[in-house]
């Protein structure tokens, strides 16, 4: 089984979108089952909630988005997960913090598994939600082609 942990700052919600478009993605092919997919935060713990449009457009996409709060990233979990994907170059720098380095080329961006690696958009307002999914989308799918 192929351990994922999505990794994103508590106030951002991308990297749930993440987890979620994964999950959806992987029920798709019949995967689902060979993936463990697992949400943390890094930086402050204090979450703030999805907009309600958001939350309705990406129930209107079929996409389960997760309220709750996540845990913040520990060192430990760098052994316990196959691959840390952060949403940006902040995310990722806290990784490397926390974890205290990328010895087994672990961790990296969701963008990096597409033809055009950084860090996904941020998303602040309702019109933002599109590009944004559509980033994560392919960064999950091209994720998803290199498992």
């Known amino acids: 089984m192929t351990r994922v942990l ?3 700052s508590q106030s951002s919600c991308r990297n749930r979108i993440a987890g979620a478009v994964m999950k959806k993605l ?4 019949g995967i689902e089952e060979r993936l463990q997919i697992n949400l943390a935060a890094v930086g402050e713990m204090s979450g703030e909630p999805l907009d309600i449009s958001l939350q309705k457009l990406l129930e209107e996409q079929g996409i389960k ?7 913040l ?3 430990r979990d ?9 949403i940006d170059r902040r995310d990722l720098r806290e990784m490397y913090h926390t ?15 597409t033809s055009h690696p950084g860090d996904v958009l941020e998303l602040q307002k309702v019109k933002d939600l599109p590009p944004v999914l559509e980033q994560i989308r392919e960064g999950c ?4 082609e290199q498992l």
Do not use: R, W
């Open 65 to 71: 988005y997760p309220l709750e709060t996540l845990p």
């Open 99 to 113: 974890c205290g380095g990328d010895f087994s080329d672990k961790m990296s961006l969701l963008l990096d598994h």
């Open 6 to 8: 999505f990794v994103s």
């Open 26 to 29: 992987a029920k798709d092919p």
């Open 73 to 75: 990233l520990q060192n």
């Open 141 to 144: 799918l091209g994720l998803l």
């Open 78 to 86: 760098y052994d316990q997960y196959n691959l840390l994907i952060g």
